[in-house]
């Protein structure tokens, strides 16, 4: 079932983000920025939060988020929880054997998909919040 949804949310990523490209040649897009996002909040999980750097780095994940998300916007935190939980899951699959990494990196994506549903429209937090991205 999540990878029946996963698929669905996918798809209509990629619709959208053809729709709104001038030249759907260009590489550019939110879904690239989203990238830097996770690395940055990775940063920032890695820094005592008293540090300058930890400070910089937040402000920095903030500014960028907000191109994204609105920033007062009820979807601001779980936004932040879902780019989170696929950056965690992703650097955990990289100390994985293959069997372990590739679920996990199916774990990943689909927190990373339910972002991308959450901040399209395409699914609510309620939904978010009922989704199980573990290997249970």
Do not use: C
Request: proline letters at 4%.
């Amino acid at each position: 079932m999540a990878q029946k949804n996963t698929k669905h949310i996918q798809q209509k990523i990629e619709q959208a983000d053809i729709a709104k490209k001038a030249n759907p040649l260009d590489l550019s897009s939110d879904q690239d920025l989203t990238i830097g996002i996770m690395n940055l909040l990775a940063i920032e999980g890695a820094t005592p939060p008293d540090s300058n750097l930890h400070q910089m780095v937040s402000d920095m994940r903030a500014q960028l988020l907000t191109r994204i998300v609105p920033a007062n916007s009820d979807l601001l935190e779980m936004s932040i929880r879902l780019l989170g939980l696929a950056m965690g899951y992703m650097d955990a699959a990289v100390h994985q054997s293959a069997p372990d990494s590739y679920k996990t990196y199916d774990m990943a994506y689909g927190a990373y998909s339910a972002f991308w549903g959450l901040n399209m429209g395409l699914i609510g937090i309620a939904d978010v919040e009922k989704m199980q991205f573990d290997s249970n």
